[in-house]
């Protein structure tokens, strides 16, 4: 079943009309408060990753996206979780998990930028190589969205200080690159401890077999988007 939902994959970006209306942001279902923020960040046209993501990422589908590092691949996923947050709702739900601590920070930044205009958007970010207490107590003050390297993330679970019952979305981010890091084994445990009517969405590079059998043990019936690169 798995299998045959990676074949009916999207075709590559080059077949994706990139015309000025195509690309425009507002064709898709966001709040209007998020268009004017991006229009006033400076994001008049969505990148092609985003363009081919965003319409399937907003209706509620997983995701394979495989696309170069500068492609925008944050905002695919970020604008996707912020249009489902609930903010009157003070609970974790969603979680983002990136492979090293620099990326995890930028991650952090881009969401609270794009959450710019929105109601009071809380985004923590739980990183290995900090000490806990800190982050216990900023767990216990409450977030709405948390990024973090999976170590730390399963720390935070074994413990029992993190609660991801509430979660909404799941985003795998540079997936390829926590592999190489030998993070198979604690995305596998956090991504148990989520609950099953989540949406994933993995983003990634290169797309190595450990990529594909994430996919088969943690998304469902997912859409694969790969964007080959254009010289
Ligand atoms: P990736 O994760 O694919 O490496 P990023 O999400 O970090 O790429 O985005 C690269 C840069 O492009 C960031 O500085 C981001 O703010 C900017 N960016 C993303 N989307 C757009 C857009 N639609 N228009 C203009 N700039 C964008
Ligand atoms: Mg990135």
Do not use: W
Request: contains cysteine; charged residues 20%.
């Amino acid at each position: 079943m798995t299998t045959s939902s990676f074949q009916r994959s999207l075709p590559p970006v080059q077949t994706v009309d990139d015309t000025e209306s195509m690309s425009s942001f507002d064709r898709l279902p966001l709040a209007p408060a998020t268009l004017a923020n991006l229009q006033q960040l400076g994001y008049r046209r969505m990148t092609p990753i985003q363009a081919a993501s965003l319409p399937l990422a907003l209706a509620g589908r997983d995701l394979i996206a495989q696309a170069k590092t500068g492609s925008g691949k944050t905002a695919a996923f970020a604008l996707c979780l912020l249009a489902k947050l609930n903010p009157r709702r003070f609970a974790v739900q969603a979680l983002v998990l990136c492979p090293t601590r620099e990326l995890a920070d930028q991650v952090t930044q881009e969401i609270r930028r794009l959450a710019r205009g929105e109601d009071n958007i809380k985004v923590l970010t739980l990183c290995g190589g900090s000490t806990m207490r800190p982050q216990i107590s900023s767990l216990e003050h409450g977030a709405h969205v948390v990024v973090g390297t999976p170590g730390r993330i399963m720390d935070h679970l074994q413990r029992n200080t993190l609660d991801l019952t509430a979660l909404d979305t799941l985003v795998l981010d540079e997936a390829d690159r926590m592999l190489d890091m030998g993070f198979f084994d604690d995305i596998a445990f956090v991504a148990k401890a989520c609950p099953r009517n989540r949406q994933t969405l993995l983003f990634s590079a290169t797309y190595p077999e450990g990529i594909a059998s994430l996919s088969r043990q943690f998304l469902r019936n997912p859409e694969q988007i790969t964007l080959l690169e254009q010289h």
